[in-house]
């Protein structure tokens, strides 16, 4: 399909809709730019004008916009040679009131002329890729309304939200970049706020957070311990921990957002995109690909329109004569596409989301427990020996020496690896069992997960019963029973100072201490026992 011309995107689009966002630059005073004629400079810049006005617009444009604004006043000249920069220009005329509310909300230190300019000239949203009518200010980044409105990112946290989700204390937390809050009303729900607030970027705070506890892990076991403290003297409950967000009802969601169009450096012009005729009367169904609070521009509309057809009437009629192409987010993180062959399905069905979902064959299963940072692909890595049926040794050039894999082969195979995963999880830096080194994938699915291999151990045996029984003694410690304690599971230092407990893939948290202790007991007569039960069924050499 050809783009869609000018007259068909103006015939399938509406501007604007009957409502207001209310985002922060409409909360900002009326400020009407003066068309007074400035005397020209009488002073120069001293040594600065020295160098050659080119030189000066970089200097400025990697300037903050606090320094930017302080510049300009120092006289008449400063003020010339800033007016004169194209980028200052380009934003004053475009996107003045972006300018204004970063520097009304104080952030305007945190963020350079050029920034802001690379901001103003992104089509796109930096998280979903459709077009981005808005600017996230904390962050600097291009959003469209769904994602502000709705993902955890774009959610400027209290003082008080920073300290109690990632346990921190009150002067680290005074010193993270922040910005203040202007009352007024905000959100289409138009919620009014008479309180002006401090507040700090979502991933600001995450970072704050993991720099000062070392690891997520180390933020929920502080989170917890503090929980318990403070249950034990408790004599009513607190507020939760996530107050409620709201979503698009949400005034702080919109309190760092403004308006802005996407400045195109090749034409010069500005395109602020519009709104699917057709979409219009989706309103009730929330489904993303044809939410009615989308913006497109002609490239991205005609792409919709190949999905789900021209617009005949003010509603989509999907082409039935044709095969018909589908571009799937799966889990907020995979693409796949789908070609659908004429006639197949009813073009209504095909139009509607939930209804298509439900009548095209599953995609497969993946784990879903995704707690390392770390993932590979499994044609990274060179399998050097199959171990056991779905784990085998495998070497890739990001670790130095060998690892140990194990992955899921079919489907039915990733729920017992869904729970180890999380089994993993649970005995994290306790040095119970082979240190977990991240999650294997195949083509973005996560299918499994990689260890260390343990070196210079063996099996154990009726003799290594005491130091067994210390690394069973550990785990059940953490409330966890490991459930199959066969010798094959155990493995047992050289020298006999240690053991390492192996598969998970049945354990789980137990707080019966009866439990626990038959399987402490069981130890002895599992270390002893001769039938070959969970032993290695294949070890062959791969060429």
Known sequence: ??????????????????????????VLPVSTPSDQHRPLPATDLGALDVLPLELLHIVLSKADLYTLTTFKFINRRALAVVESSQQYKTILYHARDALRSALRIGAGGQLTLQELFDTLCKPNCELCGDFGGYIYLLACQRVCFLCFSEDRRYLPLRRCDVKRKFALKHPLVKTLPSMRSLTGIYSPNEKKVTISQTLIDYQVAYQAGLSFHGSATAVGRQLEEEHNQYMRGVKRLRKADEPFDGLSGNP??????????VFNRNTQQAEWGAYCLGCQDYKGRRTRSLCWRRRYTASSLTDHLVQYGRIECGEHSADDKHESYFRLLVDGK??????????????????????????????????????HPLQMDHLEFRMVKDLRSSVCEATAPNFPSSIVLKFARFDWEIPQLEHETLAYKWIAEHAIGPKFLGHLTEEGR?????????????HAEPGDLAVCQAALERLHRLGTKHGDVNKHNILVRSDGEGATLIDFDVAQFCEDDVVLAEEYQSLERELCDTSGRGGILTESVIP
């Open 334 to 371: 995979h693409i796949k596409y789908l070609v659908i062959d004429q006639g197949l399905y009813d073009v209504e069905d095909m139009c509607f989301e939930p209804a298509l979902l439900s009548m095209i064959p599953p995609l497969p299963p993946e784990i879903t427990n995704i707690w």
């Open 446 to 458: 996560v299918i499994g997960f990689m260890i260390e291999k343990i070196r210079g151990f063996k």
């Open 252 to 261: 702080l969601r919109f309190m760092a957002i403004t308006r802005a169009p």
């Open 1 to 26: 399909m050809t783009q869609v011309s000018d007259v068909e995107f103006l015939q399938s689009t509406v501007k604007t809709l009957r409502l207001k966002d209310n985002t922060l630059d409409e």
